[in-house]
T-cell receptor, first 117, second 114 residues
Framework: DSGVTQTPKHLITATGQRVTLRCSPRSGDLSVYWYQQSLDQGLQFLIQ???????AKGNILERFSAQQFPDLHSELNLSSLELGDSALYFCASSPSGGSGGFTDTQYFGPGTRLTVL | AQSVTQLGSHVSVSEGALVLLRCNYSSSVPPYLFWYVQYPNQGLQLLLKYTTGATLVKGINGFEAEFKKSETSFHLTKPSAHMSDAAEYFC????????????FGRGTSLIVHP
């Protein structure tokens, strides 16, 4: 158990809909990272938040957004869903932010499997 | 730009045999290098990482990897495979001094036969 929790575990929805994925980092970790794992694209970094502020952005679509709340949990919002958005979405956390965050050990949650029908 | 190539989407070994998973990278600056393991229905777990210093890096579960700059490689090895090593393994590279955002390989599925 990494100490990172993600809800829900599974999500099935229809094209055009909007969903919210939730992540609670390990106690004491200030950085949260979101990743997408799909058969087509493999594992890709989406976005990082550090202590409530966006710190790094990867291949995140404009239809996707994220935020980190004062209690440090994070939410990833996916809107206008398309079939190609079906994937595993992982959240990870680490103690520090910025460049140090990526070279820290990141602790991954079990993921949310999103299926868009 | 950085990239990672993992040779072989599947590697099959017998229990007790040597495990060798290959990773080659491309980076315009000295890289940080990582190996992660993903067990079925779980998130990724860091096995080991190279940031600086000794080029032979020891990780968890008996795995180690050697950073070879001249070969742009970071192959993962384990002397003796165990059934519990069956999983998906990902190599990742991150550029030092850049955004540090990691690029992952496509993964290698390790199959261990009894």
């Amino acid at each position: 158990d990494s100490g990172v929790t993600q809800t829900p575990k599974h999500l099935i929805t229809a094209t055009g809909q909007r969903v919210t994925l939730r992540c609670s980092p390990r106690s004491g970790d200030l950085s949260v990272y979101w990743y997408q794992q799909s058969l087509d694209q493999g594992l890709q970094f989406l976005i990082q938040y550090y202590n409530g502020e966006e710190r790094a952005k990867g291949n995140i679509l404009e239809r996707f957004s994220a935020q980190q709340f004062p209690d440090l949990h994070s939410e990833l919002n996916l809107s206008s869903l398309e079939l190609g958005d079906s994937a595993l979405y992982f959240c990870a956390s680490s103690p520090s932010g910025g460049s140090g965050g990526f070279t820290d050990t990141q602790y991954f949650g079990p993921g949310t499997r999103l299926t868009v029908l | 730009a950085q990239s990672v190539t993992q040779l072989g989407s599947h590697v099959s070994v017998s229990e007790g045999a040597l495990v060798l998973l290959r990773c080659n990278y491309s980076s315009s600056v000295p890289p940080y290098l990582f190996w992660y393991v993903q067990y079925p229905n779980q998130g990724l777990q860091l096995l080991l990482k190279y940031t600086t210093g000794a080029t032979l890096v020891k990780g968890i579960n008996g795995f180690e990897a050697e950073f070879k700059k001249s070969e742009t490689s970071f192959h993962l090895t384990k002397p003796s495979a165990h059934m519990s090593d069956a999983a998906e393994y990902f190599c990742a590279v991150s550029e030092r001094g850049g955004s540090y955002i990691p690029t992952f390989g496509r993964g290698t599925s390790l199959i261990v036969h009894p």
